[in-house]
């Protein structure tokens, strides 16, 4: 299977940027709404990479959890630098343990999304029978 760079660097670009401002808003906040958030994050950075990426339902998927596992392994390095530089290094440590055994949970969401994403082109670009012929 051929990667699509341009439809898992667009669902990047909105995980990246919708963790971002989730971050900006959630921080402070329970965690049950922080988990809840990257799963709706996942969601839509895959649905994004599935529905530009389009055909099978299989490549969206794998698009879709490609994109999300980038962006969230990118957050992981923004977090874990952000935390060595202001909680030391027991603490930058422990982020990426816990961020490392979470970020293959980034994974399904995005698959989801990105399977979403290429039945949904799929079923829009799909001609439609004009009637029958006699």
């Avoid at 808003?25 to 990479?49: C, D, F, M, P």
């Avoid at 490609?66 to 530089?85: E, F, K, R």
Wanted: avoid cysteine.
């Amino acid at each position: 299977m051929k990667i699509n760079w341009s439809a898992v660097f667009t669902g990047f670009v909105v995980t990246l940027a919708l963790g971002l401002i989730s971050g900006l808003i959630y921080a402070g906040s329970e965690t049950v709404g922080i988990l809840g958030s990257w799963g709706v994050i996942g969601i839509l950075g895959g649905l994004t990479a599935g529905y530009v990426v389009g055909g099978r339902i299989g490549s969206g998927a794998i698009h879709g959890g490609l994109a999300t596992v980038l962006g969230s392994l990118v957050l992981l390095v923004i977090a874990a630098v952000t935390t060595l530089l202001f909680g030391g290094v027991v603490l930058s440590l422990g982020v990426l343990g816990f961020g490392a055994l979470i970020l293959a949970f980034h994974a399904i969401p995005g698959a989801l999304g990105g399977a979403l994403g290429s039945w949904l082109k799929d079923r829009r670009t799909a001609p439609e029978p004009v009637g029958t012929q006699a």
